[in-house]
């Protein structure tokens, strides 16, 4: 099996930065994609970044231009940097793991969520 562990979040004031990690270790063969999605209270969970195994990535339009993924492959950890945070960012962050274990079963885990609160 594989287990993610996420760190990182936490209250910060608007205009602030944070630095979200997620590291994924277990019976991995190989990872297709790794990536940050988001759940503020009453709303869907929704895509914030990620990032695929050739480092292409795609973000959410709200968070363009302020945050950037990126991923150590050799730690099989990806980085989410959030920088201007906004009251609206404030929510649950979840890691996604995509990818297949050493007996060739197609993967998808989740994370156990950490929180990430702007608030003055």
């Known amino acids: 099996q594989v287990q993610l562990v996420e760190s990182g979040g936490g209250l910060v004031q608007p205009g602030g930065s944070l630095r979200l990690s997620c590291a994924a270790s277990?019976?991995?063969?190989?990872?297709?994609?790794m990536g940050w999605y988001r759940q503020a209270p009453g709303k869907e969970r929704d895509l914030v970044a990620r990032?695929?195994?050739?480092?292409?990535?795609n973000y959410a339009d709200s968070v363009k231009g302020r945050f950037t993924i990126s991923r150590d492959y050799a730690k099989n950890t990806v980085y989410l940097q959030m920088n201007s945070l906004k009251p609206e960012d404030t929510a649950v962050y979840y890691c996604?793991?995509?990818?297949?274990?050493?007996?060739?079963?197609?993967?998808?885990?989740w994370g156990q969520g950490t929180l990430v609160t702007v608030s003055s």
């Open positions: 996604k793991f995509t990818g297949r274990s050493t007996n060739y079963a197609d993967l998808e885990v």
């Open positions: 990032i695929t195994m050739s480092a292409m990535t």
């Open positions: 277990g019976s991995i063969l190989s990872i297709n994609a």
